[in-house]
């Protein structure tokens, strides 16, 4: 098989409602969007969802170097994805939200050309995943409303965005728990709001309130920090901004600087990546999470179906589409609450209207 096209274009995608997080309110976001045609008439898509603070890239760059992609990956077989990405990190250090769009293109059109779906492909049996939704930052009253709201929605995993100062951070927690009840599970993520101090300052209130896991408490690249951390705390500590490559996640294993990780196509350049840090946190006794960025069904359902395949990936963090709908690209999965139940189309099992 050959690669006969690849095209791409930015994507607007609105919250359902404005979505609040501490000093902004977000209405949307956008993405890039990425086509891959090839000889067979079998058509992939994928997605870039950057996010420039931790990507490193943004909407702009993606377009120029999927421009540069474009030229060198035209004649090659979608189906030699190792020899892909060999061409792709041989072109450029990063850009690895752009290299996750081909990677998930390349996949789709692996899968479709099985004819089976993409977890299949992978190697999974089971097309059920649970999703917990993330609670933006926000007074320990209207976060407690806001999880009230969700858990009559049906979903029983709450990711609570933490990582202000620690007394008003516990009086959220606080808060959080009361109104929920015991049997909702509650992880927190501090997105490197934290000193080593803090952390463990909280860490047996946390504990007190029956929270599952603590992630990235500290600075991305503060990986004695984490350590130091891990090895005080009882509660597992979850790598997220330290741990973007395969080789960030060999290193956090070799210093046993946490208990887990959270892969995100967008940090290490797609499926290809992402199963190499599953393995090297398998092999290394790290649980995976698996979260996501602003992107749309596309990239989010490829992420769902690596989950789906990846019996190590215990913890999932797909809840981007449970904010946003969009009526021209459809398919992917149904959910109930935060279970999802992915299709059995062939592929990621998308499809995009006028693209
Ligand atoms: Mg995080």
């Not at 404005?18 to 992939?44: C, H, K, N, Q, S």
């Not at 896991?213 to 005080?232: F, H, M, N, T, W």
């Amino acid at each position: 098989m050959k690669i006969t096209d690849i095209s791409f274009r930015k994507a607007e995608f609105q919250f359902d409602k404005p979505f609040e997080i501490a000093f902004a309110v977000l209405y949307g976001f956008e993405t890039m969007i990425l086509r891959m045609d090839t000889d067979e008439g079998i058509v992939g898509y994928g997605e870039a969802g950057p996010l420039e603070y931790v990507t490193g890239d943004n909407l702009d760059t993606c377009m120029v170097i999927a421009g540069e992609f474009r030229k060198k990956l035209i004649g090659m077989d979608p189906l030699a994805i190792e020899t892909i990405h060999e061409v792709m990190d041989g072109m450029f250090h990063g850009h690895t939200s752009v290299k996750a769009a081909i990677d998930i293109a390349c996949h789709d059109i692996a899968a479709k050309k099985m004819n089976v779906p993409l977890y299949k492909y992978l190697g999974g049996s089971d097309p059920l995943l649970e999703s917990d939704v993330t609670i933006g930052i926000n007074t320990p009253d209207l976060m407690a409303e806001d999880c009230l709201s969700w858990k009559e929605k049906g979903f029983r995993i709450l990711k609570i965005k933490l990582g202000h100062d620690i007394a008003s951070d516990l009086e959220r927690m606080k808060a959080i728990r009361s109104a929920v009840g015991e049997d909702i599970i509650l992880r927190v993520d501090a997105n490197q709001g934290w000193s080593v101090k803090d952390t463990l300052q909280i860490e047996p209130e946390l504990r007190k309130l029956g929270i599952e896991l603590i992630e990235q408490p500290v600075k991305a690249l503060d990986y004695d920090g984490l350590k130091e951390i891990k090895q005080a705390s009882l509660l597992p500590i979850a790598a997220d901004e330290s741990c973007h490559l395969p080789e960030d996640a060999a290193k956090l294993g070799a210093m046993r600087a946490c208990d887990g990780l959270n892969i995100k196509l967008m940090k290490c350049g797609g499926i290809a990546p992402a199963s190499r840090i599953n393995a090297i946190g398998e092999a290394n006794h790290l649980f995976c999470m698996i979260g996501c960025m602003g992107e749309s069904v596309i990239a989010n359902t490829a992420a769902m179906h690596l989950a789906a395949a990846r019996r190590n990936i215990s913890k999932i963090d797909l809840d981007i589409t449970f904010f946003s709908h969009c009526d021209w690209i459809t398919g992917g999965f149904t959910s109930q609450g935060g279970s999802i139940t992915l299709s059995d189309a062939p592929g990621i099992g998308i499809e995009v209207q006028g693209f």
